[in-house]
């Protein structure tokens, strides 16, 4: 039977059995094993942690910021990058509504129904639309229908006249009149 030990000294302290699995060994090496310090064989020495931590701090991971010290946060953030990237969703870019802008005096936006965007997704695919094609059908751009069928609208910038024409448009409500 394995015996854990945190490294110090415990019961049966003869020196020559693996703190991880129990087998006698003559050849011991101090590794890092799930942050206890143990004297393990040559058969448990691979789950050493500390040789993993090395190698992913010496440079060699791929990437501009590499992965030192913000693993857990970098791994996070890739997977919501590629899970928006399977989704086909905003792409990050705000330019254009940083640039455009929307004028809230001329075009409020109107209180919005919940699920707004889902209203609109199904009722442009039932429709056999495209984003793109629904986009160019309106005079607005993709990203703009993009942030509108993720919820977005008021993040995004929209205006009250885009989300009229998209009412017109599919025959939907997604705003309180």
Not at 34 to 45: I, P
Not at 66 to 81: E, M, N, W, Y
Request: hydrophobic letters at 30%; a negative charge; proline letters at 1%.
């Amino acid at each position: 039977m394995a015996k854990y030990s945190t490294g110090g000294s415990s019961g049966g302290g003869d020196g020559d059995t693996c703190e991880l699995c129990g087998a006698a060994s003559e050849n011991l090496s101090m590794a890092n094993v799930a942050g206890a310090r143990l004297n393990v064989c040559a058969s448990c020495a691979p789950h050493d942690d500390t040789e993993t931590k090395r190698s992913s701090n010496d440079g060699s991971s791929s990437g501009a910021g590499g992965s030192g010290g913000g693993g857990d946060r970098d791994r996070k953030r890739r997977a919501v990058q590629n899970a928006a990237k399977a989704n086909d969703v905003w792409d990050g870019d705000s330019g254009h509504w940083e640039e455009e802008g929307t004028n809230y005096d001329d075009d409020q936006l109107p209180y919005l129904h919940n699920d707004y965007g889902k209203t609109v997704t199904e009722a442009r695919q039932e429709r056999g639309l495209q984003r793109e094609e629904f986009a160019e059908e309106l005079g607005a751009t993709e990203a703009d229908i993009i942030a509108i069928e993720q919820g977005r609208a008021t993040q995004a910038g929209i205006g009250g006249g885009l989300i009229a024409a998209i009412e017109d448009y599919l025959d939907v409500e997604i705003s309180e009149q």
